[in-house]
């Protein structure tokens, strides 16, 4: 019985009074495309919460916590309407994420922030742009600015020289495998297979997440070219694993397509947990369209 207490993740009585969280939290499980997270309002994301990486492992754990891919936290912001914070499962704070950025949209709009269909939302890479479109009053799926793709390795950051790091070969547990590097905010490198279904993730996916190519670990994606309108990727994020769906990540593969001259400039990613359609606008932003659900809402004890 003590082995099993000592798994159990608890916050503790002084980080709950350090951090002035009540003793019961609401919240709100949302998911785009199966990329889940748990979504709390606070209106100051700073202070005094200066230490989320407990709570957002407390509030992920899919056993003793509400369960998901991580964290996102929603406030008030000086610069933009509102701002995002998100956190991965395992407590690292994220630059940015396409699908909890579609969610935060429903959320807002529909738990009464905002009544606008067009929000602005702060966030670690930026300030993103969400239009909504709304059925029978309900946002019935977003589309999300998700601004403009770097390419220049020192800049995604990957341990490189040159301007791009196009399908070129790295090496990976003694075999020369290529790729494309691309940031959306986040680093992200796309792998070309065959076959993902059939792909060992959790085995093969840390492999790339610590190469020393990434001095700040990277999401990979490997995908499957269908056609020039439509690709399949599986996506293993860093702090995370193998997750259903990665916004990002679906952009970074549309960005990485276009580059190899595999698909056209507007693209539908199929992911794991559904349908992303991506396009390259000719003004160099990266635009994603898709759905975002709310799950459940509730409360949790914190101790």
Known sequence: ??????????????YIEKMRLPQKLAFTKMEG??????????????????????????????NYGVGGDGLVLIGKSKK????????????????MCGNASRCVGKFLYEHGHTGKTNITLE????????????????VASVTVDMGKPI????????????????????LV????????GVSMGNPHFVVTMHDIASLDLPAFGPLFEYHEL????????????????????????????????????????LVACVLNNYTDKKAIVELRGGELVIEWADDGIVYMTGPAREVFSGEIELI
């Not at 979504?39 to 700073?46: G, R």
């Not at 998100?86 to 704070?93: H, I, L, P, T």
């Open 80 to 95: 933009a309407d509102f701002r995002m914070r998100m956190f991965n499962n395992d407590g690292s704070e994220g630059n």
């Open 33 to 62: 495309i199966g990329n889940d997270y748990v979504y709390v309002w606070f209106e100051d994301l700073d202070t005094p919460l200066t230490d989320p990486a407990p709570l957002a492992i407390f509030m992920s754990d899919r």
């Open 173 to 180: 547990n003694g075999s020369c495998i290529k790729g494309t």
């Open 123 to 138: 966030t670690k890479s930026g300030i993103r742009t969400l239009e909504l479109t709304l059925e029978n009053n309900k």
């Open 151 to 170: 390419v220049k390795p020192a800049d995604i950051p990957m341990k490189a020289n040159g301007e791009t790091f196009i399908n070129q070969e790295i």
């Open 214 to 253: 990434f001095p700040e670990r990277v999401n990979t994606e490997f995908i499957e070219v269908l056609s020039r309108q439509k690709v399949r990727m599986r996506v293993w994020e860093r702090g995370s694993g193998e997750t259903l769906a990665c916004g990002t990540g679906a952009c970074a593969v």
């Open 1 to 14: 019985m003590a082995e099993f207490e000592k798994r159990l993740p608890k916050l503790g009585q002084d």
